[in-house]
């Protein structure tokens, strides 16, 4: 586990080290341990980064839940993980905490290999309510007992999407306890859209109805007159009086799923007398909690969305370190992107830009500002954006629609089936290709290449620097190609020189860079940067190796491969991707095809999930930084 320093904490939190140790404080000192959890998280956050805003908001929620609940016995489901810092620190994690997302250390995500507190993997949105379903119908179907209350923690953003709507729909119609919690921040990354969040930021239940219902409900409870047989006419008696009351129909409770709040999602009081009002309950239940994104900070709540992940920062001033671009430096890949889908949005107006609530962290927020009516953040809901995209497309339009590669496999089937089916000039816009480092496994962009190249009619590219990424997407509008994929990673690139004039590539086809005869080293992104320093080094020291540029995964520079097939030299592949079903397997298919038998060697990401770690530390654990290229360039010629 790698080292880092620890950071002091309050009494209180110091002598938690499991949830049983909470239980035993008094209701009276938790507003204390709320307190001196935040602290903790600002002193250990400012130096050693992490997902600061949503973990503040859900201090008094985590203290409540670990509180009223018999963990890891009763289950807790965090949707996404964003705002799991303070379960961590209350379930055994606190000494550690400060190796969080570094290589060898804690997970930034909620991880069940990690601790028995974590029930479910988490980093993706939108599964927390399936899966603690699925936890809470086992529960049943295995009568145990004493009774296992299933909850699962999902916020405002996470809900509006499509996964989180199919869970609660089968938790109306199946029997079960499950409890929900929605933690209402009205933020996802960035500022919350849709119907939905609107509805959220509306749905609030008069004074009267409040009082009828909640005392209504306790003391039916104390007389026993609460029970299976009789929860269905209660529940429509309460979606009745709160149509009454309050003239709209909750959503949830039309559902069948009994609705609670919304409450304070910070009076910590209040939170606990509810959870153990409603914790024995039987039937699906939703409690509604409003909270603030960066609760307790204040540079934090006044700017949630720069806060979500802010870096490191002074934590008394709230100045944070490095937000200020270096224009000495090579722009982050995404920030290329964004400048440049402005540039060409305003030499095409067919170009419109589509994200899935990374406005910010996908840079599609810089065309926003520039136009406004042409930029579509649908929230988090992956599927429906390709498929939206795909509609704009049928009808004339040119969307460019930017997802991280790893919440794109959330669409894989609309990509197939509405969009490529019906070869739309959509262009996918792949950000966080590769390994992304601090993130972890959840977050790798690792497979993109290998579920993509299997889709009849879709161009697949990838440009080693940014001035390539330019004309990558300036290329994808200026003919009838179909979908086009272009990936590109995370962070900054090699060059300050990148606003090149714009030049349309011709389509499948590569460049050699590097002419020579021992080794032939093909690379496809970004990584033709390590893998140009190892060609160097290699024909410093004698070997006399070719390097050449594929640019295109799909379709394949034919000529290119034949050019290095006719070398009859060792071959070696290398991709910020899974080596299985990428580069190195369609090289080594090309070469099948065509009756060549030549040695291969495929570096890129191996057969198996990644920890967290730097980009650096993690792509030299999977033997294809700069000095694990050099070395397979020289075992592929002792291996001849």
């Not at 032939?520 to 006399?544: M, N, Q, S």
Request: glycine residues 10%; hydrophobic residues 40%.
């Amino acid at each position: 586990m790698s080292t880092a320093p620890t950071f002091a904490c309050g009494p209180l939190l110091a002598g938690i080290d499991s949830p049983a140790d909470l239980r035993r404080l008094a209701p009276e000192q938790l507003p204390q341990l709320c307190a001196e959890l935040r602290d903790f998280l600002i002193h250990s956050l400012s130096q050693n980064p992490g997902h600061f805003a949503s973990s503040m908001g859900a201090v008094e929620l985590t203290v409540a839940l670990h509180y009223v609940f018999n963990t890891p016995y009763d289950r807790l489901v965090w949707d996404v993980g964003h705002q799991a810092y303070g379960h961590k620190l209350l379930t055994g994690r606190r000494d550690a905490f400060a190796t969080n997302r570094k290589f060898g250390g804690l997970s930034g995500f909620p991880n069940p290999a990690e601790s028995e507190y974590d029930t479910f993997s988490a980093g993706h949105a939108s599964n927390s309510i399936s899966a603690a379903l699925g936890m809470a119908v086992a529960s049943q179907l295995k009568h145990e007992s004493p009774r296992r209350n299933v909850v699962a923690i999902v916020g405002d953003a996470s809900i509006s999407g499509g996964l989180a709507f199919e869970g609660l729909n089968n938790a109306s119609n199946t029997p079960n306890n499950l409890l929900i919690i929605l933690n209402d921040n009205d933020m996802s990354i960035d500022a919350n859209v849709g119907a939905l969040n609107s509805y959220l930021a509306h749905l609030t239940t008069s004074k009267l109805y409040n009082d009828l219902r909640y005392k209504g409900f306790r003391l039916l409870k104390k007389l026993h007159l609460v029970n299976d047989s009789r929860k269905g006419a209660l529940l429509r008696f309460n979606n009745s009086l709160k149509s009454l009351i309050s003239k709209q129909q909750n959503l949830f409770e039309g559902l069948n799923i009994r609705y609670f709040g919304p409450f304070d999602g910070h009076d910590i009081a209040t939170i606990v007398r509810v959870l153990n009002d409603i914790r024995d309950m039987d039937g699906p239940r939703i409690l509604h909690l409003r909270t603030v994104k960066g609760k307790g900070y204040a540079p934090a709540e006044a700017d949630p969305a720069s806060w979500h992940a802010p870096g490191k920062f002074d934590p008394a001033t709230g100045e944070r370190k490095g937000a200020t671009p270096d224009p000495t430096k090579p722009p982050k890949y995404q920030d290329v992107f964004g400048e440049t889908l402005v540039e060409l949005a305003r030499q095409n107006p067919k170009i419109v830009g589509i994200t899935a609530a990374m406005l910010s962290g996908t840079s599609v927020g810089t065309l926003q500002a520039a136009m406004p009516e042409r930029v579509f953040d649908v929230g988090i809901s992956e599927g429906h954006a390709v498929t939206f995209a795909g509609g704009l497309a049928k009808d004339g339009m040119r969307p460019y629609v930017a997802i991280y590669s790893s919440f794109l496999q959330r669409a894989y089937d609309h990509i197939i089936h509405d969009v490529a089916l019906q070869h739309l000039p959509v262009t996918f816009c792949i950000d966080r290709a590769g390994l992304v480092g601090e993130d972890g496994a959840t977050h790798h962009g690792a497979y993109d290449l290998a579920y993509l190249r299997s889709i009849p009619g879709l161009t697949i590219a990838s440009g080693r620097d940014e001035c390539a990424l330019r004309n990558l997407l300036y290329t994808a509008q200026t003919g009838d190609f179909g979908p086009f994929a272009i990936r590109y990673p995370r962070g900054a690139g090699r060059r300050t020189d990148w606003h090149c004039e714009f030049e349309a590539l011709p389509i499948g086809k590569g460049e050699r860079l590097t002419a020579g005869r021992d080794v032939a080293v093909l690379t496809i992104g970004p990584i033709a940067g390590e893998a140009a320093d190892a060609v160097a080094e290699a024909r410093r020291a004698g070997i006399d190796a070719a390097h050449y540029d594929m640019i295109f995964l799909k379709p394949l520079d034919d000529e290119l491969l034949a050019e290095v097939a006719a070398l009859d030299c060792p071959i070696v592949t290398v991709e910020d991707g899974t080596r299985d079903g990428g580069l190195g397997s369609t090289v080594e298919d090309w070469l099948a095809d065509h009756g060549y038998e030549r040695t291969v060697c495929r570096l890129g990401i191996p057969d198996r999930f990644i920890p967290q770690g730097s980009p650096e530390q993690l792509r030299h654990l999977c033997g294809y930084d700069s000095e694990g290229i050099l070395q397979a360039i020289n075992l592929s010629l002792i291996h001849i």
